[in-house]
T-cell receptor, first 115, second 114 residues
Framework: AQSVTQLGSHVSVSEGALVLLRCNYS??????LFWYVQYPNQGLQLLLK??????LVKGINGFEAEFKKSETSFHLTKPSAHMSDAAEYFC?????????????FGAGTRLAVHP | DGGITQSPKYLFRKEGQNVTLSCEQN?????MYWYRQDPGQGLRLIYY???????QKGDIAEGYSVSREKKESFPLTVTSAQKNPTAFYLC?????????????FGSGTRLTVV
């Protein structure tokens, strides 16, 4: 069965610093992987997705993620944090459960950006 | 523009009362999902539906009910049997044509018991 582990429920960085949010997955088949962002009291918005094309995926707002099969990882990065990046981030893998395909989400990582 | 509309944005429920949360999409997506979100607990799947007139229980279906009479609509009823309904509820939809499609989410409904 597929699963996702996000390391670190809270991450704090300074404005202008590197953002690194960690995601490890478990999947018995080539995975489809996703990163979503959620701002307070809003729904989730797709940042980027990996669908077996390029291993380095670029998303919106300057974020990117690299698929590393050997490490079963799909970490999210941004070279320089901005105050507006403060939000909760969810990693997800496409999996089958109960005979149906659905997204399986990690527990989320809350990113704080301080001046 | 296509998207998912959840209403109301805020909802207050009295003890013992049933309430229904609306979710409507105009994306022509086949699959629809309801999630509950509590602080520090991520997203928990309540119900999902792959096609009209068919739906399956998720991980925390007790105290909830759904219907899928139209492709565009997937309302969630929080019944009096749900003892702790205060949470943020998210509806999502997906094109089931390929696994590479992600979900599109609505903006959520915050339900509070008063």
């Amino acid at each position: 069965a597929q699963s996702v582990t996000q390391l670190g429920s809270h991450v704090s960085v300074s404005e202008g610093a590197l953002v690194l949010l960690r995601c490890n997955y478990s999947s018995s088949v080539p995975p489809y992987l996703f990163w979503y962002v959620q701002y307070p009291n809003q729904g989730l918005q797709l940042l980027l997705k990996y669908t077996s094309a390029a291993t380095l995926v670029k998303g919106i707002n300057g974020f990117e993620a690299e698929f590393k099969k050997s490490e079963t990882s799909f970490h999210l990065t941004k070279p320089s944090a901005h105050m507006s990046d403060a939000a909760e981030y969810f990693c997800a893998v496409s999996g089958v459960s109960g005979g149906y395909n659905k997204l399986i989400f990690g527990a989320g990582t809350r990113l704080a950006v301080h001046p | 523009d296509g998207g998912i509309t959840q209403s109301p944005k805020y909802l207050f429920r009295k003890e013992g009362q049933n309430v229904t949360l609306s979710c409507e999409q105009n994306l022509n997506h086949d699959a629809m999902y309801w999630y509950r979100q509590d602080p520090g607990q991520g997203l928990r799947l309540i119900y999902y539906s792959q096609i009209v007139n068919d739906f399956q229980k998720g991980d925390i279906a007790e105290g909830y009910s759904v219907s899928r009479e139209k492709k565009e609509s997937f309302p969630l009823t929080v019944t009096s049997a749900q003892k702790n309904p205060t949470a943020f509820y998210l509806c999502a939809s997906r094109n089931t044509g390929t696994e590479s499609y992600g979900y599109t989410f609505g903006s959520g409904t915050r339900l509070t018991v008063v």
